[in-house]
């Protein structure tokens, strides 16, 4: 059977899983029964429905005219970098999706990048047509400019154009929705523009490492795209870990992707995505290879981490109440364990029993440690900082464009309160009552504005950052524009005493709630 290897790639809530879904359902890969039961299918771990993001890449199958196409989808936003950058490297062919009304976005930019930088086939998706006050020809012509800015190839930057909308599950080659009637126009364009896997069956075996997955029973999980040669269930295999050393392992069992499940194989050759396990302690980038002759693959290159915190155990007046998994052990264990998966997150051991862990960004470690107390996990972190380096002796400092759409009456206040953290605008402009800014920022300045920018714009605006350049420090450090309101002893909250304190400042907690002497619970 045929293959076509395609990676879902876009900004953030441009509509990547969305179309994914519309693409499974048109297919009949999905039971009826599983579309009830969720929403976006794809995006299935509980914080991803909570917050509306992609925050793990994911693989599907679909079959359509004989032909077997593996879909990855990846997250958009940009502290999940990680992920796109790993993933990518299973795919011969990408879908770019650029929004009708936004255009091409801060992270359109990234992942386009680094999906040129593989040499990847792109097929450009205007999508959300159905959007008012979408503009699909001009938002075409705005993705033309990013190609070139990114220094594609003249064949490249001549790139197919698909117009969707993946809500409504129709696409066609024109941005009349009138005359589409399904989402085929997409499947044909894949089949057309997206090349097969360079299929090297009579070489020895290289498959890439590039996801991991966990089965209570089968234990660790390696899912990778098989390069060259063949494998079979129950096989000898050579695992070639980031150091290059070489230790040899028998396959327990072999899977290839079937709709949003796994099939058992008895063999799978080059150009496929499969699932095999029996290599307890693979990690992500690291090589399979045939036993005679191990060739590794070349490592993945991930951007470095901008932001970093520091875990320690919970040693407050009220420490051990409330989870299950407390002691020093135990949170030593989980965040190197996490190291396994994501291969953005850097942990270092300090000297007091304390860990600094690096990050893409805040959400990034928000979201780390979001899922860490979910899971039960009880544990203190610092207030986030920025990594800075120093070259030839000058300390750099990270840097973020900042893109920012608000209505024209709330621009001032964004304006003024950029200015008052250092940033240098770059581009104004005002269309229908909205206001579109560009801004260049120090990561360290723009570290805690996001829910300020919230109650600024009445929760009517959107923000999107990503990551520019280290550049020289300017030597500014933000001051606090506010003191602290602290608890003076120990004891609940009451509302009578709220109301007392209210007008002095914002409180951070509601009525009945315990606090200890000293503890700031407001500002």
């Known amino acids: 059977m045929e293959i076509r290897n395609i990676a879902i790639i ?18 009949n890969t999905v039971m009826k029964k599983e579309i009830a039961d969720q929403g976006t299918i794809m995006d299935s771990n509980e914080l991803e429905r909570e917050r509306g993001i992609t925050i793990f890449s994911k693989n599907a199958s679909v079959e359509y005219k004989g032909v077997k196409i593996n879909i990855i989808d990846t997250p958009g936003h940009a502290d999940f970098g990680g992920e796109v950058e790993r993933v990518l490297s299973m795919a011969d062919g990408a879908l770019l999706l650029v929004d009708a009304k936004e255009g091409p976005m801060p992270q359109t930019r990234f992942v386009l990048r680094e999906a040129l930088k593989l040499g990847l086939k792109i097929i450009v ?35 197919p154009t698909v117009y969707a909308s993946g809500r409504d599950g129709r696409a066609g080659l024109t941005p009349d929705l009138d005359k589409m009637t399904d989402i085929s126009t997409i499947f044909d364009a894949i089949l057309k523009y997206i090349p097969e896997p360079d299929a090297n069956l009579d070489k020895p075996l290289q498959m890439l490492v590039s ?17 060259s040669g063949s494998i079979k269930n129950g096989q000898e295999i050579a695992h070639i870990d980031r150091d290059g050393v070489i230790t040899k392992y028998k396959i327990t069992s072999l899977s290839t992707f079937k709709g949003l499940g796994k099939l058992e194989e008895e063999e799978a050759v080059a150009g496929d995505i499969v699932a095999v396990t029996g290599v307890p302690d693979v990690n992500i980038g690291e090589t399979f290879a045939d036993p005679v002759t191990p060739v590794a693959l070349p490592l993945i290159d991930i951007e470095e981490p901008t932001v970093k915190m520091v875990f ?66 009880e544990f203190q972190v610092s207030r986030p900082h920025v990594v800075n380096k120093v070259v030839d002796g000058k300390k750099l400092t990270p840097y973020e464009k900042v893109y920012i759409e608000v209505p024209e009456t709330y621009s001032g206040v964004v304006i003024q309160k950029m200015g008052m953290r250092h940033a240098t605008m770059d581009n104004l402009e005002t269309t229908e009552g909205l206001t579109y800014l560009e801004f260049t920022i120090a990561t360290k300045e723009l570290i805690g504005f996001r829910s300020e920018f919230i109650t600024d714009t009445k929760g009517l605006g959107i923000m999107n950052a990503a990551f520019f350049e280290f550049l020289p420090d300017d030597g500014f450090t933000r001051e606090r524009e506010r003191g602290s309101l602290v608890a003076y002893e120990t004891g609940e909250t009451r509302l009578y005493g709220m109301t007392q304190v209210q007008d002095q400042g914002e409180l951070f907690i509601g009525p009945a709630v315990k606090v200890y002497k000293g503890q700031v619970v407001g500002q």
């Not at 991991?212 to 098989?226: E, L, T, V």
């Open 10 to 27: 876009a900004h953030v809530d441009h509509g990547k899983t969305t179309l994914v879904d519309a693409l499974l359902r048109q297919s």
């Open 125 to 159: 998706i205007v999508n959300k047509i159905d959007k008012k006050g979408a503009r699909p020809e001009y938002v075409q012509g705005k993705t033309f400019d990013l190609f070139c800015e990114l220094g594609a190839d003249e064949e490249t930057a001549l790139f």
């Open 312 to 377: 320690m155990v919970n040693n407050s007046p009220f420490g051990g109440k409330e989870g299950e998994f407390k002691t020093s052990s135990q949170i030593k264990a989980r965040l190197y364990k996490e190291l396994e998966t994501d291969v953005a997150l850097k942990v270092e051991d300090n000297a007091d029993g304390t860990w600094t862990v690096f990050g893409r960004g805040e959400l990034h470690l928000a979201i780390f440690i979001e899922r860490m107390r979910r899971e039960g996990y």
């Open 211 to 227: 996801n991991i997955g966990y089965d209570n029973y089968k234990g660790r999980i390696a899912i990778g795209k098989i390069h």
